[in-house]
């Protein structure tokens, strides 16, 4: 059974930095994209970076020179350094993980499985 677990999310003030990770389990393959998704109360859910098989990386403006993501495939996790935080990165986040090639990789992508979420929150 194909899963998807996200953590390191918390409080923590502005300006500080926090370490997502997503452990995927249940795939026979490395998958073609992975992502980190955002989704703040009452707002839609955005991606904020992606990451393909061959380690082409794409941010979201908002989050670029402050978030990093990396993957370690020999442990099958995905992170998302987050640095210099702001307010406004309060949210919920999501990792998702498409398996095979359907379009580049990012917004748009159909992702085959999502994470459960974690929070992030913010505070000044």
Do not use: H
């Not at 923590?12 to 995927?24: F, I, K, N, P």
């Not at 085959?112 to 913010?122: A, E, H, I, R, Y």
């Amino acid at each position: 059974q194909v899963q998807l677990v996200e953590s390191g999310g918390g409080s923590v003030q502005a300006g500080g930095s926090l370490r997502l990770s997503c452990e995927r389990s249940g795939y026979t393959t490395t998958p073609y994209c992975m992502s980190w998704f955002r989704q703040a109360p009452g707002k839609g859910r955005e991606v904020i970076a992606s990451i393909d098989i061959n380690d082409w990386i794409t941010y979201a403006d908002s989050v670029k020179g402050r978030f990093t993501i990396s993957k370690d495939n020999t442990n099958n996790t995905l992170y998302l350094q987050m640095n210099s935080l702001k307010l406004e990165d309060t949210a919920m986040y999501y990792c998702a993980v498409g398996r095979s090639w359907r379009g580049r990789c990012g917004p748009g992508y159909d992702y085959d499985n999502w994470g459960q979420g974690t929070q992030v929150t913010v505070s000044s």
